[in-house]
C-alpha cells in the first residue's frame, strides 16, 4: 500500500459498527467512533468493557469479527491492504514497555526504523537521539532497560514509537503499571505531544489527565459507548446512571 493513498481530509480514525467476539463473549456491540486529526479522545470505564479491545482493533492487533475501521481514510479491515504499511501511521504504547531487554535503549529505537522504514544506521540514530531529548531521556541511551526506572522505560517506548512519525499515537493505559510517583513524568510527555497537535486515542483511568487535557471523553461499559462529551462535563455532570456509579466509585 502507497502512503500516497491516503486522503488528508479523512478523518484521523473512523469506526464503524465494530463487533469483536472471544467465542460467545461479545467483547464490543457495534461500536461507531470518529477521531479528528489534533483530537485528544480518552476513554475511561471498567475493567471488562472493552477499552483496550477497541484500542487494540485500531492497528488489527485485535482482528474484528464485524465492522469496519478506516485509518485516515484507508479501510483496514480490507483483507488487500498492506496492514504493516498503515501501522507505520500508528504508534502504540502498552501498559507494559515491551523493550528488548538484552538491546540498549539506542538499539531499542532504531530496530524498527532500520527493518521496517530502511533508514540507515546514521539516520535511526539521528532520529533516537531527537526522540529520547523529547522524552527528557537524553542521557540514557546507552542503558539497558533493566536498569532504568518504569517511568523512564515508558518514555523510551513512547520516543520508541515517535521514532516512526506516526501520524497518531494509541496509549493503552499507559501508567498503570507504574509506581504512583512515577505515573507524572509519562503524563507530562503525553501533555507535551498533544500540546504539539499529536492525535490521540488514550485508554486510561488517569481522570485529571482526561480532565485537562482531553478533547472528548468517552465512557464505555459492557461492550459499548455509555456517553461521551467535552471531559470537564461528562465528570462534572455524567448523564447516564452507569457513568454516574462508575465515577463515583473512582473520584
Same mark, same amino acid.
Given at each position: 500500500?502507497?502512503?500516497?493513498? %491516503? *486522503? ?6 473512523? !469506526?464503524?459498527?465494530?463487533?469483536? /467476539? #472471544?467465542?460467545?463473549?461479545?467483547? =464490543? ?51 488487500? %491492504? *498492506? ?6 501511521? !500508528?504508534?502504540?504504547?502498552?501498559? /507494559? #514497555?515491551?523493550?528488548?531487554?538484552? =538491546? ?73 503499571? =507504574? ?73
Amino acid at each position: 500500500m502507497s502512503t500516497d493513498l %491516503i *486522503d488528508t481530509h479523512a478523518p484521523a480514525i473512523e !469506526i464503524r459498527g465494530l463487533v469483536k /467476539s #472471544f467465542g460467545d463473549n461479545e467483547v =464490543l456491540k457495534g461500536i461507531d467512533l470518529t477521531v479528528t486529526p489534533g483530537e485528544v479522545v480518552c476513554v475511561i470505564g471498567p475493567s471488562g468493557s472493552g477499552k483496550s479491545t477497541l484500542l487494540r482493533s485500531v492497528n488489527l492487533l485485535e482482528e474484528p469479527t464485524g465492522g469496519s475501521v478506516f485509518i485516515e481514510g484507508i479501510d483496514v479491515t480490507d483483507p488487500d %491492504i *498492506d496492514i504493516d504499511r498503515v501501522r507505520t501511521r !500508528i504508534g502504540m504504547v502498552f501498559q /507494559s #514497555f515491551n523493550l528488548f531487554p538484552h =538491546l540498549d535503549v539506542l538499539a531499542n529505537l532504531t530496530i524498527a526504523q532500520r527493518r521496517v522504514l530502511k533508514r540507515s544506521k546514521t539516520e535511526a540514530d539521528k532520529v533516537a537521539h531527537a526522540m529520547l531529548e523529547r522524552v527528557g531521556l537524553s542521557e540514557k541511551a546507552g542503558a539497558y532497560p533493566g536498569h532504568l526506572s518504569g517511568g523512564q522505560q515508558q518514555r523510551v517506548a513512547i520516543a520508541r514509537a515517535l521514532c516512526m512519525n506516526p501520524d497518531m499515537m494509541l496509549f493503552d493505559e499507559p501508567t498503570s503499571a =507504574l509506581d504512583p510517583e512515577l505515573v507524572g513524568e509519562v503524563l507530562q510527555v503525553m501533555r507535551t505531544l498533544a500540546d504539539e497537535g499529536m492525535t490521540m486515542l488514550v485508554v486510561t483511568h488517569e481522570m485529571g489527565f482526561a480532565r485537562e487535557v482531553g478533547s472528548r471523553l468517552i465512557f464505555m461499559d459492557g461492550g459499548v459507548i455509555v456517553e461521551e462529551g467535552d471531559p470537564r462535563e461528562v465528570l462534572a455532570n455524567p448523564q447516564h446512571p452507569r457513568t454516574q456509579d462508575f465515577l463515583s466509585r473512582v473520584l
